[in-house]
Every structure is written in structure tokens, then in C-alpha cells.
């Protein structure tokens, strides 16, 4: 059931793609940089290595399984990972121990549900409530973590930040400026590239203002793979105990529901643009959507484990390239050479060059912060989509609470 692809013999090479992606979803990759330093205890370049890893997984869902999608991280899922995993462990090798089993538990979930049938049995009999609740608690989660939780990120540099927040949620979200996007040419070109406009301005303003500190370094950087392995494998640091599996259960299934609602989101945003391309048809199979998930989430937990960056969509740039792929061949060959060319093939030699690394390292924790705010937005607005009536924003405000501040 899977189809590997390889660029020129198979698809394509879309520059246009190739190029924002090595500015976009480089920068975006490379966003828990900040975070393995601090909280993991790891080097740098041993962030950078164990991002390389997470890059190569994601890519493969499209380029080695044949997923149509644009893969990325279970979105809403992250800030309850990283609330689970910081107040679980006390040291680097607790938290990867439960980032181990967090993952595996996922992985397990994902082949019995999704084999089995049930999956979708059980999203459907969850109440609305308890669903809105879920991902609500998610937005919630997101925002206490840019503003309460990592605020000395924020007042680190404020101007940058705020730009950088304000302009992105203007072009993803802002009704008038959607609207103005379809009457004018240059306003649509520039809101194409997504989080590059935002990176720019914070660059511009925060160089201006002497926030941004640039230490551009000549060079190669060889990643530490053997260095990382023996601090985050669990064949070096050793197994989760059986205590962490049973605590990272609940999460796990949660973070299944989250799962489900991407993969549903992501057929719908193909299957809305696939009017536009009858020349490219494009076959969804869920068994193996669910395969190759399980399959990225078990290499993950084995050797490089961060719950939860092995999921199924990132929405943001599946639109954008779905966009692209709706003007026809002349525009993007395949939704799969575009969807590629966007993650650079999997072949991510760009975070080799230590020009290109120590140039994005100021924007690291911009990237993190809009990838937390991106999440919190989103879930909000689809929270009170699901959330109908009265008693179902009643359950879906207490099931929130509970789940960002009580959820131990």
C-alpha cells in the first residue's frame, strides 16, 4: 500500500516550493531548538541533529509512505505533552523516558484503532462537549505556555515577538485582510509565503531595536548523532518504567482524537481543491494513513523521541501548497512534487551549514511562540464550532480548565 517517490526520476523539483520551505518549514523544524537546550539538556548540535531526525520521519510520510499530506506535529496535542513531560521528570533522562513512553503508547493506540476499525467508532460516540473540551483545553495549554510559562522568551525580545504574532495572525485569520488578499495581486503573492512575512519583520525590527543577536559562524556543523543517541535513546538511557506507560495513557488517546481530526481535516482541505486538478487524482487509504503514523512514532521513540512530531497535517502548509496545486500543472507538477520540494525532500543538508543555522538561531524561539499561538487560535476557533449549545460550552470551558491546570 505504500508508493516511495524520489525527486527527478519521480517528481518534479518545484523551486518555488523548495525555496520558502528552506525558510518556512526550516525555521518551523528547527523551533524545539530552544526548548532540547534548556529543558533537555542537550547541546546545540545535538538539538540540531535530533531535529534532523524529526525532519527526515515527517518527510518520509509523503515521499517514502505516499501520504498526501503535508505532515507535521499533532498541534493541539504539544502543549499538553510538554506540561506532561516537564512536571513528570525532573531530569533530561526522566523526560525523554516519558517522551519515550508517551510515544509508544501513541504508536500501540494507533495500529489497534486504526486496524481495527474502532477509531472512528469511537470519535463519533464522544460527546461534543467533551471534544470541544479537548481541544480548547489545547488553546488554553498553548497560551499559558507562551505567556505565563515561557514569558522571559517574550520579554526577551517583545517588539519582535509582537510583530511577528500580529502579522501572522492578521494574514491566517483576519477577515478584511482575506478579503483584500482577493483584489489585490501583491497583498496574495506576499500572504503565499505564510510565516515568511512575519520572520522578516521581526528580523528587520528586531536588528533595529538590538534584539535580535546575529553570531553568523563559517562552516560545516556534523551532526552528533552518536552523542545524541546515548542521551535521549532508550537503548543508551534506558526504558520507560511501567509507571510512565500507564501515566502517559490518558494523553495518548487523547492525542489519538487530535490525530483523527487532522487526517479528517486534511482529506477535506484535498478533497475541496481536487475539482481544480482531475489530471493529478489523488487516493486516500486509511489503514495507511494510521500505518505510517505508527511506523514514524515507533522510529521516533527508538531513537530520537519527542511526542508529538510525528503526526498528520500540518494545516498551514498543506494550504498553501494545495493553493499553488490548484493552478494547475504550470504551477506545481503533482501534489506530491510540491508537497516535497516544501520539506525539501527529506533530505534536510541545509541545517549542515553553519551560516544558514547561526543566521535562524535568533528566530528559534519566534518559531516555537508562533507555533504555540498558531495552535491556541486554531483550537479556539474550532472549540466553539463543535461547542454549540449552552450546556456543551459549559462541559467544553470545565473539561478545558481541568486539562491545562489540573491535569496531573
Not at 500501540?108 to 489497534?112: Q, T, Y
Not at 511506523?295 to 521516533?300: K, Q, T
Given at each position: 500500500?505504500?508508493t516511495?517517490?524520489?525527486?527527478l526520476?519521480?517528481m518534479?523539483?518545484e523551486?518555488?516550493e ?6 518556512v518549514?526550516?525555521?518551523s523544524g528547527?523551533?524545539l531548538?530552544p ?11 545535538e538539538?540540531i541533529?535530533?531535529?534532523?531526525i524529526h ?6 510520510s509523503?515521499?517514502?509512505?505516499g501520504e498526501p499530506y503535508?505532515?507535521?506535529w499533532i498541534?493541539p496535542?504539544?502543549?499538553f505533552?510538554l506540561?506532561?513531560?516537564l512536571s513528570?521528570?525532573?531530569s533530561?533522562v ?13 504508536t ?5 484503532l ?6 472512528a467508532t469511537m ?7 467533551l ?6 483545553g489545547?488553546a ?17 525580545m ?16 483576519y477577515g ?7 483584489h489585490?495581486?501583491v497583498?496574495d503573492?506576499i500572504?503565499?509565503?505564510?510565516l515568511?512575512p512575519?520572520?522578516i519583520l521581526?528580523?528587520?525590527?528586531g ?14 556543523l556534523i551532526p ?13 538511557i ?11 495513557l490518558?494523553l495518548?488517546?487523547?492525542s489519538?482524537?487530535?490525530l ?8 477535506a482541505l484535498?478533497?475541496s ?11 486516500f487509504n486509511?489503514?495507511r ?5 505508527a ?6 521513540a527508538?531513537?530520537a ?12 502548509g498543506q494550504?498553501?501548497i ?5 493552478q ?7 501534489l506530491?512534487?510540491?508537497?516535497s520540494a ?7 543538508v541545509?541545517?549542515m ?7 535562524l538561531?535568533?528566530?528559534?524561539p ?14 479556539a476557533?474550532l472549540?466553539?464550532?463543535i461547542?454549540l449549545t449552552?450546556?456543551?460550552r459549559l462541559?467544553m470551558?470545565?473539561t ?9
Open positions: 500500500m505504500f516511495a517517490r524520489f525527486p526520476l519521480h518534479r523539483i523551486w518555488r523548495l525555496i520558502q520551505g528552506l525558510v518549514s526550516l525555521s528547527l523551533a531548538v526548548l532540547l537546550t534548556m529543558a533537555f539538556g542537550l547541546t546545540f548540535e538539538a541533529a535530533i531535529s534532523m525532519i527526515i520521519l515527517n518527510t518520509s509523503v515521499v517514502i509512505f503535508a505532515s507535521g498541534a496535542a504539544f502543549p505533552a506540561a506532561f513531560v513528570g521528570g525532573d533530561p526522566e523526560r525523554f523516558q516519558l517522551m519515550t513512553a508517551l510515544t509508544l503508547d501513541f500501540l493506540i494507533v495500529l489497534f486504526g486496524l481495527t476499525g474502532l477509531g470519535v463519533r460516540r464522544i460527546p461534543n462537549g471534544k470541544a473540551g479537548i481541544i480548547f489545547a488554553l495549554s498553548a497560551f499559558k505556555r507562551v505567556f505565563y510559562d515561557d514569558i522571559e522568551s517574550f520579554t526577551a517583545p517588539t519582535a515577538m509582537t510583530l511577528a504574532l500580529l502579522s501572522t495572525l492578521i494574514i491566517a485569520f478584511p485582510f482575506q478579503k483584500w488578499r482577493q489585490n495581486k497583498v503573492f500572504a503565499s509565503f505564510g515568511l512575519s520572520f521581526a528580523g528587520v525590527f536588528s533595529l531595536l538590538g534584539e535580535f543577536n546575529f553570531d553568523i559562524q563559517m562552516g560545516f552528533p548523532f552518536t552523542e545524541l543517541f546515548a542521551k535521549v535513546s532508550p537503548f543508551a534506558g526504558f520507560p518504567s511501567i509507571e510512565y506507560f500507564l501515566a502517559a490518558p495518548a488517546f487523547v489519538y482524537l487530535l483523527f481530526g487532522d487526517l479528517l481535516t486534511g482529506t484535498i478533497e481543491a481536487q475539482k481544480h486538478r482531475p489530471d493529478d487524482p489523488i487516493k486509511l489503514s494513513s494510521h500505518y505510517s503514523v511506523i514514524r512514532n515507533a522510529l521516533s527508538v531513537i523521541p519527542f511526542f508529538p512530531t510525528q503526526g498528520i497535517l500540518w494545516a498551514g494550504v498553501i494545495l493553493e499553488r496545486w490548484k494547475g500543472k504550470e504551477a506545481i507538477e503533482s506530491f512534487s510540491g508537497i516544501f520539506y525539501y525532500y527529506g533530505i534536510p541545509a541545517v551549514f553553519l551560516p544558514i543555522v547561526t543566521f538561531k535568533p528566530f528559534m519566534i518559531a516555537l511562540m508562533l507555533a504555540l499561538a498558531m495552535t491556541a487560535v486554531a483550537c476557533k472549540s466553539f464550532q461547542a449552552k450546556k456543551d462541559i470551558a470545565v478545558a480548565i481541568i486539562l491545562t491546570y489540573f491535569w496531573g
